[in-house]
């Protein structure tokens, strides 16, 4: 596992609802924070109706953002729910997904988190290309690491081995 700066990033193949090793997991939430396809709605079920609850008052929210929550029935003590952008519709659509991974951190820093797993953000029903969004993802992580003191290890857990294949490479290219 690559270590940068003292913390630890890597991928794993997954289900993001099953990290039981992590503080907190983010969700690639719709702008309501409700249960949806994908992400959101694996998070939801796994999590439970009062994640449903307790998002209600937080939304909505804007691409880019995020908020955070309990992770009620999940093995994780929080979830951080990111709103990214959808591709060729939300502009400036690299900012706004950039924000998603800066704001995320932004929150496990302000909440003492150790541990954090991201999914591939707006890759999914939104439609943003894979090999661009990780390296959006991984070059905000990149930027970010000198501002992160709890965060320790920040994990993306990726659904499919083509996925995971792809997060790999770019993830070797931005952090060597």
């Given at each position: 596992m690559p270590a940068f700066q003292n913390?630890?990033?890597?991928?794993?193949?997954?289900?993001?609802?099953?990290?039981?090793?992590v503080t907190?997991?983010?969700?690639?939430?719709?702008?309501?924070?409700?249960i949806g396809g994908?992400?959101?709605?694996?998070?939801?079920?796994?999590?439970?109706?009062?994640?449903?609850?307790?998002?209600?008052?937080m939304a909505p929210i804007n691409p880019g953002e995020a908020v955070i929550s309990g992770g009620h029935d999940l093995p994780n003590e929080y979830v951080i729910h990111c709103l990214?952008?959808?591709y060729g519709r939300d502009k400036p659509e690299d900012k706004l997904l950039a924000n998603c991974y800066k704001n995320a951190l932004q929150l496990a820093e302000k909440n003492d988190i150790h541990s954090i797993a991201f999914p591939a953000i707006s890759t999914g029903a939104f439609g943003y290309p894979m090999e661009e969004a990780a390296e959006i993802a991984f070059s905000?992580?990149?930027?970010?690491?000198?501002?992160?003191k709890s965060v320790k290890e920040i994990r993306f857990?990726?659904?499919n081995d083509g996925d995971l294949k792809v997060h790999q490479q770019i993830m070797e290219e931005v952090f060597s």
């Open positions: 913390i630890k990033v890597n991928c794993v193949r997954g289900d993001i609802t099953h990290q039981p090793d907190a997991i983010v969700n690639a939430a719709n702008a309501q924070l409700r994908g992400v959101a709605g694996a998070i939801h079920r796994a999590a439970g109706s009062g994640l449903t609850e307790e998002c209600r008052s990214g952008p959808v905000t992580i990149r930027d970010e690491v000198a501002n992160l857990v990726l659904f």
